[in-house]
């Protein structure tokens, strides 16, 4: 259902793109945008499980563009480092297949915004969580279900 990487010796096992995934501190999205073009938007995200959680806006592209169709990627780039006189790059890459919702419950939603903000302002906890009590009403949050990750690195 899914390709498979070409270059065997670069793959990385599933546990290892899992990590990747987990430790970027922001991802790109693909999706299908406004006639049929690919539409990729960089974002924060959170991994939970099986789970990749962001938030945004509750109107834009982005939540067109999956209303007409929930199957996306997700892609992390770490340790990316030209090596010019080499021709090449070296870096760590996941990308991750998946479903995404939105999610409705708002136990959910603050679930999530506090993983987010665990991330990536964790000495900021309280006040972050004054933020999205009073954000709560202008606040998407989409959760991907991981069907399928993989993993590359050079």
């Given at each position: 259902m899914f390709a498979e990487i070409r270059r065997k010796e670069r793959e990385m096992d599933s546990?290892?793109?899992?990590?990747?995934?987990?430790?970027?501190?922001?991802?790109?999205?693909?999706?299908?945008?406004?006639?049929n073009y690919g539409y990729g938007v960089p974002l924060n995200y959170v991994v939970e499980e099986?789970?990749?959680?962001?938030?945004?806006?509750?109107?834009?592209?982005?939540?067109?563009?999956?209303?007409?169709?929930?199957?996306?990627?997700?892609?992390?780039?770490?340790?990316?480092?030209?090596?010019?006189?080499?021709?090449?790059?070296?870096?760590?890459?996941?990308?991750?297949?998946?479903?995404?919702?939105?999610?409705?419950?708002?136990?959910?939603?603050?679930?999530?915004?506090?993983?987010?903000?665990?991330?990536?302002?964790?000495?900021?906890?309280?006040?972050?969580?004054?933020?999205?009590?009073?954000?709560?009403t202008r606040i998407q949050v989409i959760k991907i279900d991981i069907e399928h990750i993989s993993?590359?690195?050079?």
């Amino acid at each position: 259902m899914f390709a498979e990487i070409r270059r065997k010796e670069r793959e990385m096992d599933s546990q290892q793109a899992k990590e990747v995934l987990e430790s970027g501190s922001y991802g790109i999205l693909s999706m299908c945008g406004q006639n049929n073009y690919g539409y990729g938007v960089p974002l924060n995200y959170v991994v939970e499980e099986n789970h990749i959680y962001f938030h945004c806006a509750t109107e834009g592209e982005k939540l067109r563009s999956l209303k007409e169709n929930n199957k996306v990627s997700f892609c992390v780039v770490q340790n990316a480092e030209v090596i010019a006189e080499k021709f090449t790059t070296n870096y760590k890459s996941s990308m991750a297949f998946g479903k995404a919702s939105f999610v409705s419950s708002e136990e959910e939603i603050r679930y999530a915004m506090m993983l987010l903000l665990k991330k990536y302002s964790p000495e900021y906890m309280e006040t972050g969580e004054k933020y999205v009590n009073q954000a709560i009403t202008r606040i998407q949050v989409i959760k991907i279900d991981i069907e399928h990750i993989s993993g590359k690195f050079h």
